[in-house]
């Protein structure tokens, strides 16, 4: 099965700054990869995902990447605020069934 | 609210006692999912529904649970005889996907999956 390695588990950054969190997935078949950001106590919501199809997608301040040949994807957030605060869980699943299979997430602090 | 909704919110129950959960998806989505999250770790999947019909099992997913939607809307999940190793969150989530089976692929902006809020279950 899929197999999911999250890296890393904490980051501090001082507002401001960029943070990148970087994933990589075992299972070629594999082909979406959706980030969540769940903040205490609350559900994960989904902030952005790329396909197989492309190799960056970029929302505002957020940008993911993904190297289909390295099994590698990346989240990367820039001018961070305070209230990007939250722990960030990368996750990849496949066409014709949607198991997701998550890391083990990234608790990410900002400081002011 | 029309987002997936869950019942209860926290349940404390003592190990060896039956509980069970309720999620209620958005509506228009035919495909729920429910996951299993312990604290510092990411969610872990447990099973999935597309309609009416369960259509994986994670191994995670021992005899003492189960889970059912028997009309395709709402579903529950049933752990039996609960031990302590059982407290976690538990998390419905839903999507919407084609009505063509599992092998069909949903359109790529309806795959989203959106979470409950969770049920919180501790057994003493």
């Known amino acids: 099965g899929e197999n999911v390695e999250q890296h890393p588990s904490t980051l501090s950054v001082q507002e401001g700054d960029s943070a990148v969190i970087k994933c990589t997935y075992s299972d070629s078949a594999s082909n979406y990869f959706p980030w969540y950001k769940q903040e205490l106590g609350k559900r994960p919501q989904l902030i952005i995902d790329i396909r197989s199809n492309v190799g960056e997608k970029k929302d505002q301040r957020i940008a993911v990447t993904l190297n289909k040949t390295a099994k590698h994807f990346s989240l990367h957030i820039t001018e961070t605020q305070p209230e990007d605060s939250a722990v960030y869980f990368c996750a990849a699943t496949s066409w014709g069934y949607q198991k997701v299979t998550f890391g083990t997430g990234t608790k990410l602090q900002v400081i002011p | 609210d029309t987002g997936v909704s869950q019942d209860p919110r926290h349940k404390i129950t003592k190990r060896g006692q039956n509980v069970t959960f309720r999620c209620d998806p958005i509506s228009e989505h035919n495909r729920l999912y429910w996951y299993r999250q312990t604290l510092g770790q990411g969610p872990e999947f447990l099973t999935y529904?597309?309609?009416?019909?369960?259509?994986?099992k994670s191994r995670l997913l021992s005899d003492r649970f189960s889970a059912e939607r028997p009309k395709g809307s709402f579903s529950t999940l049933e752990i039996q005889r609960t031990e302590q190793g059982d407290s976690a969150m538990y998390l419905c989530?839903?999507?919407?996907?084609?009505?063509?089976?599992?092998?069909?692929?949903?359109?790529?902006?309806?795959?989203?999956?959106?979470f409950g809020p969770g049920t919180r279950l501790l057994v003493l």
């Open positions: 529904f597309q309609n009416e019909a369960q259509l994986e």
């Open positions: 989530a839903s999507s919407l996907g084609t009505s063509g089976g599992a092998l069909s692929p949903p359109s790529w902006p309806k795959r989203d999956q959106y």
